[in-house]
């Protein structure tokens, strides 16, 4: 798998067997250990030093339910019924002893305390940051909004949205949202702001123009934005105010920005520091405005970073209006996210609130349950009487009752910066091998299993013919070949991005702006399927191109007697029906197989494990998923291997309400009514079922779809019908675990994952339907031993299942699983000493597991599930349709909000006009640290200024001196790709475009160019060792000969450096040497660190990506 492998030990001599190692430096970083110390409020930085946390963090409940009573009466031990929250005042967590709960009138903290969590938290280890590189190519291609990481290097990291209305035809069902013209961004211009910063001073000087040119791409890239184009959000920001020629000075800058802040994410990037990455000054404005937007859009400074106030120091305390009050309703990940956001934009921003003349504001977090977390939930378990793990890194057995898996964390997760980046906690990389066993024990033949998963692939390609057809957005990029080599733009162009879309619209037969500059259409299909997630993988191309024997035949089945390769399925009629579904399209194109292939019970029993896990990822069964919406999400995977957080998930939002001060929390506090003004003029006010009441400015609600669906939250005035009709449009599922502890492990140690086959009502049918309420039943199971330390088996319910739970008795349930590990380890397998069982469907907190795409769903509802009504705001994974259904999702959605109650607060960001001073401008003074506007004609100047501007004139003279002396510095050979498969491609590209053609159905068009990659994939797997000899061997010559360059670059570039050494002392001599002076202070570092450098040097001179693993110990995904 491509793992560090290791000999996991046991107590008691007994082994688990080799498995992947995620050691931070052997910390156990259980955030128990990371409790907030007072301290004065500096931003000294401290790398974490080894800590044993030997107590349960406040924040966690421990629950270590021993079980000493006598077995029942079918010799299972007595297992706990619902974990989770059981209806009303069933939850026996909640009203357990050990729960740790707080009374109603605890407050976890106040907002001003003035407290700084200690180092170690914050701080990861530096040894992880100097050893690991990042995974992430920041020059491929794929760095385009508009395609796709190739499906195999990417996991799906979300699962289905909610699906829209039923699709009254088989014709496209487009969205038009997308291509309608977005409202205009409302800006306010204001006086230049002055900035005692030099152009360039953060960008490291022992950086070539190349390297730092590719760690600002990968930067962006590990950002979720297109290093090369504007976001949506950028364009309109800026089309009134730069050209099309200066998209790439500011791409350049903004891509800088985003390389300081991941550099270090356990502090805020500065102002002063992000100006720096200006190389002119005229561009300190933009700069500016780019900064702004990064943070408040959530792209910088989020986290449990510790950022710089803005405040001023006033000798006099002049009186202030109180500081709005924000109450964000819910804290798990999009509730505490939100709340640490708003802290952080408050502190960053104390100065604007001091010239509005209030305090900044209060957030409070209200929280009905007894813990924090919500739906990610690490339930302690009793491991008394279990062996336990020899090197297990964590004090807290647990096992996650809810979010579970964080589904990669290359190309723009946050969880990277708050796991690894902030946290710094240990985590297991999962072994993506699977094996699934047969209902009558045995394992499933490969070969067959192989064929059938194509057969399923196929069948879900087929169906997403008829999805939702997303049109694509402004598409504004940057000079590519300039970015790359780390250069701005030369020339400044004449028209605003703006006049020209207006002048280009003017013309006759022009499209219209909101139709200029479109990126273009990328049509995505399924390939594979993510067996840890049931997520699935798609590339680009052309979903169901060719006909269904012909691809059948291609996939290596037989077909049937008297079926030619010209047979194909016709799902038209099935797709036109209204009530059609994801599920009842499957199963028809299924039943239409049949006829062209001979399809066993065993395969039916394959596919719907197949089907089972799609159920998974959905929470829900697929008859009741979206034929249009059901893969909503599709594009935005992460990449990385799918890993758990060693000791329990639920460290991440305790870490969060933690660090760096502890948020304002109320606990059991269920809000029972939100009164709020729908034109966000008046006040809000919120009440809780224990008679706590509060009155606020803005309300974030975070509360669960689930839970507004089943209406236990008033709201006064009602929503309004356009956010009710959502509410109920968008589906939201179930899925439960049955979670078994054991003494000592009697299942294969080596594997993380293995899938059981279930049978159908009926054993030998080969009818679908008597398989919808069988498949889901404990068909796929996880060892989570590696994350708990001790021996602990997880098994997820489905589909149908995952309903059936909530009303199944625990001992039931726990003797039908022991029955299905007898089948498959024999009957050896003996009871769990502890057994927990979750019941999402009947927590009245939760009342289900997360948001899918219901039959009705309409394309726009996540995005109007989001939008906020007056100072009524929401966030959450309903609220995210880019991704639903997870806890990255609900994250992201959480500083989503609080960009918007922050926009709310402070208005618009701030534009001067003109942005950009123009180059031959004579009412500016230009110096090496400001813009000034002249205002006399004798205006003076600081000696500062004069010394630095002396100094850069001499450079400038000096460089010019030895270009025209010696001319230019050689350059670097041009890199060859140097590999085999690529000159292959490229010589039998139309050999293989010929082939894409063969079995094409009508109407679908020329083969896209990804499917003629992955047929020249195909064809260079098929090939003969004769037929790869030539290009391999090119291929070794292209190396040789660049090799040789290279070694002629290095040797010219050292002589041409000692001769410039040479022909600028021979210069300076003559005559033109200049006066020392002293050095400069930087004004933009003002970040000093125990280490002596500022937080702006530590970022510069710190390699891009020093927290991310190297390829082969990387990630894998969360699943919910």
């Known amino acids: 798998m491509g793992g560090t492998q290791g000999t996991t030990l046991l107590e008691g001599e007994k082994s688990f067997g080799p498995r992947p190692v995620v050691d931070l430096d052997e910390l156990d970083l259980h955030l128990s250990v990371l409790a907030s110390s007072k301290g004065d409020h500096h931003h000294h930085r401290h790398l974490p030093e080894p800590v044993s946390a030997a107590t349960t963090p406040p924040g966690l409940d421990t629950h270590l339910s021993i079980h000493t009573g006598p077995p029942t009466s079918k010799g299972t031990p007595r297992t706990e019924s619902e974990i989770i929250v059981r209806i009303d005042d069933m939850d026996s967590d909640m009203n357990s002893p050990l729960s740790g709960s707080a009374s109603h009138d605890d407050i976890e903290s106040h907002q001003d305390q003035d407290r700084v969590v200690d180092a170690s938290l914050l701080g990861f280890q530096e040894s992880l940051r100097k050893s690991t590189t990042s995974t992430t190519s920041a020059l491929s291609d794929n760095s385009e909004l508009s395609s796709v990481p190739p499906s195999p290097a990417s996991s799906k990291a979300t699962t289905p949205v909610n699906t829209a209305e039923a699709i009254p035809a088989v014709t496209e069902t487009k969205i038009t949202e997308a291509i309608a013209m977005p409202t205009p961004m409302k800006v306010k211009a204001k006086p230049r702001q002055l900035f005692d910063v030099r152009p360039k001073v953060s960008i490291p000087n022992d950086l070539g123009p190349y390297e730092y040119a590719h760690q600002c791409i990968e930067a962006a890239e590990r950002s979720r934005l297109n290093p090369y184009a504007l976001h949506q959000d950028e364009y309109l920001i800026l089309r009134d105010h730069i050209t099309h020629a200066q998209v790439t000075t500011y791409l350049n800058i903004r891509n800088g920005i985003l390389r300081l802040w991941l550099n270090n994410p356990r502090i805020g990037v500065a102002r002063d520091e992000a100006i720096g990455c200006a190389k002119d000054a005229r561009w300190f404005d933009v700069a500016n405005v780019c900064y702004e937007w990064l943070l ?190 780390g250069k701005d733009s030369n020339s400044d162009g004449s028209k605003t991005i703006a006049q020209v879309e207006e002048a280009t619209a003017a013309l006759p037969q022009a499209p219209p702006v909101s139709e200029q500059s479109l990126g273009p259409r990328v049509d995505l299909v399924p390939v594979s399927t993510d067996r840890a997630t049931g997520r699935t993988h798609v590339e680009p191309g052309t979903p169901a191109a060719h006909k269904a024997a012909f691809k059948a035949k291609e996939m290596g089945w037989a077909l049937k007697e008297g079926v030619t390769v010209d047979r194909d399925l016709d799902l038209e009629a099935a797709a036109r029906d209204p009530a059609t579904t994801l599920g009842s399209l499957m199963d028809e194109a299924i039943s239409q197989y049949r006829d062209i292939i001979d399809l066993t019970p065993q395969d039916y029993r394959l596919m719907n494990w197949h089907i089972a896990n799609l159920e998974y990822s959905n929470a829900i069964n697929y008859n009741q998923l979206s034929l249009g919406g059901w893969d909503i999400d599709a594009g935005n995977e992460w990449e990385g291997k799918h890993t758990m957080v060693v000791g329990g998930y639920q460290s991440v939002p305790w870490g969060l309400a933690q660090s760096p001060s502890p948020l304002n929390i109320r606990k059991e506090s269920a809000v029972k009514k939100i009164t709020y003004h729908p034109e966000g003029k008046g006040a809000a006010r919120v009440e809780c079922d224990d008679g706590y009441s509060v009155e606020a400015d803005y309300v974030v609600s975070t509360i669960p779809l689930g839970v507004l669906k089943h209406g236990s939250v008033e709201f006064d005035p009602p929503l309004p019908p356009w956010k009710s009709d959502v509410i109920g449009r968008l589906g939201f599922g179930i899925l439960n675990k049955v979670i078994l502890v054991y003494q000592e492990a009697f299942w294969d140690s080596n594997r993380d994952i293995f899938g059981a086959l279930r049978d159908p009502l009926s054993r030998h049918s080969l009818r679908q339907s008597e398989y919808t309420s069988q498949r889901g039943r404990f068909f796929q199971w996880f060892n989570v031993s590696n994350m708990s330390g001790i021996p602990v088996l997880l098994a997820l319910m489905a589909g149908d299942a995952g309903f059936d739970t909530e009303h199944s008795k625990n001992d039931d349930l726990v003797a039908e699983a022991t029955e299905v590990l007898r089948g498959v380890y024999g009957t050896k397998v003996p009871h769990p000493t502890h057994a927990i069982v979750t019941r999402w469907g009947s927590d009245k907190f939760a009342r289900g597991s997360y948001s899918s795409a219901g039959p009705g769903m309409r394309p726009d509802d996540y995005e109007t599930m989001q939008r906020s009504i007056g100072n009524l705001h929401f966030a959450g994974e309903h609220t995210i349709g880019t991704h639903p259904a997870t806890v990255h999702g609900a994250y992201l959605s959480g500083l989503r909000a609080a960009s918007e109650v922050t926009d709310a607060m402070l208005g618009p960001i701030d534009i001067p006009v003109p942005l950009i001073i123009p180059k031959e401008s004579s009412v500016i003074t230009m110096t090496s640290s400001t813009i000034k506007r002249k205002s006399t004609a004798d205006a003076p100047v600081s000696l500062r200024a004069a010394k630095q501007a002396k100094i850069d004139a001499h450079e400038d003279a000096a460089w010019a001196h030895i270009y025209e002396q010696i001319g230019d510095r050689p350059w670097r050979p041009q890199k060859v790709a140097g590999n085999a498969y690529l000159l292959y491609s490229k010589t039998n590209f139309e050999v293989a475009r010929q082939r894409c053609d063969q079995g094409r159905r009508p109407g679908k068009g020329k083969p896209s160019p990804n499917e003629v990659r992955v047929m020249t994939s195909k064809m260079w797997k098929e090939a003969a060792a004769d037929e790869k000899r030539p290009f391999e061997e090119q291929a070794a010559e292209q190396k040789r000969v660049y090799a040789e360059k290279l070694k002629e670059w290095e040797t010219a570039t050292k002589d041409w450096d000692a001769r410039a050494l040479e022909v600028r002392r021979v210069w300076e001599e003559a005559g033109n040497k200049i006066a020392s002076t002293e050095d400069n202070t930087d004004a933009a570092a003002g970040r000093s660190g125990s280490d002596g450098l500022s937080g702006r040097e530590r970022q510069k001179n710190q390699k891009a990506g020093t927290y991310v693993e190297s390829d082969d110990v990387s990630d894998v995904e969360m699943t919910k």
């Open 296 to 485: 408040r859009r959530g792209y910088i400074n989020y986290g449990c970073c510790d950022v710089l106030s803005s405040k001023r120091r006033s000798k006099k305390a002049a009186q202030k209006r109180k500081g709005k009050t924000i109450v964000v309703i819910g804290a798990g990940l999009s509730g505490l996210g939100c709340a640490r956001q708003l802290e952080a934009l408050s502190k960053q921003y104390a100065r604007q609130y001091q010239d509005l003349g209030e305090e900044p504001p209060r957030v409070v977090v209200l929280e009905g349950r007894s813990r924090l977390g919500g739906r990610v939930y690490s339930r302690a378990v009793d491991g008394s009487r279990s062996q336990r793990l020899f090197d297990f890194k964590g004090k807290r057995h647990s096992v996650e009752a809810g979010g579970m898996i964080i589904t990669g964390f290359d190309r723009g997760n946050p969880l990277n910066v708050l796991v690894r980046g902030q946290m710094a906690l240990p985590y297991y990389a999962l072994r993506p091998d699977a094996t699934l066993y047969d209902s009558n024990g045995k394992p499933v033949d490969s070969h067959r299993d192989l064929l059938v998963e194509k057969l399923y692939n196929d069948c879900l390609e087929r169906v997403s013919d008829y999805k939702f057809k997303n049109q694509p957005t402004k598409f504004i990029e940057g000079n590519r070949a300039l970015m790359d080599e």
